[in-house]
């Protein structure tokens, strides 16, 4: 059953000790699956790249970039396997306020008049497949995303004034 309160919006980083950009770049049928591949490197490391996560337990399961169902997963400022490393986490209702709408995934493919009303009046919406039974959010509003961002550089700007001050 599908839970809102499982999905977080969080901020990766590479970590510059193991993240090897020649080593990491995955590619599956002509689309790129590696979070820092339009990122210059110096900002992957410092700012990086905002994603949907779905919380299980202590990982947080990447949604955007795994290619399979739980590939990528993060646990707190721990490195993973690919060199990356979750550095911000924040429940997803915190940046969507809208209740979750769920369609069935086929049904909303092929009804265009449904579609396009779902878009003029969600900020996101959760589709079910009939085929692989899973969840997937589609977010349209791509605004909370870099809030994410912003929230995530001011904490470590505060941080950092707070280190200097001590």
Not at 5 to 12: A, H, R, S
Not at 32 to 48: N, Q
Not at 54 to 71: A, F, L, T, V
């Amino acid at each position: 059953m599908f839970c809102i309160d499982e999905y977080y919006l969080g901020v990766i980083l590479a970590d510059p000790n193991s993240y090897d950009c020649s080593n990491k770049k995955r590619y599956w049928q002509g689309c790129s699956f590696d979070p820092f591949s339009d990122v210059p490197l110096p900002l992957a490391f410092t700012v990086g790249v905002t994603t949907l996560l779905h919380k299980i337990g202590d990982r947080y399961y990447d949604e955007y970039y795994s290619i399979y169902k739980n590939e990528f997963f993060y646990e707190f400022n721990s490195t993973n396997s690919f060199g990356i490393m979750l550095a911000y986490a924040r429940p997803f209702k915190a940046y969507y306020s809208e209740e979750p709408t769920i369609y069935q995934q086929e049904e909303l493919e092929s009804d265009y008049r449904k579609m396009e009303a779902v878009f003029d009046n969600h900020s996101y919406y959760v589709t079910h497949s009939k085929i692989t039974r899973d969840y997937a959010i589609v977010q349209l509003d791509i605004e909370p995303m870099k809030l994410v961002t912003m929230d995530y550089i001011e904490e470590q700007l505060k941080g950092s004034a707070y280190q200097k001050k001590r």
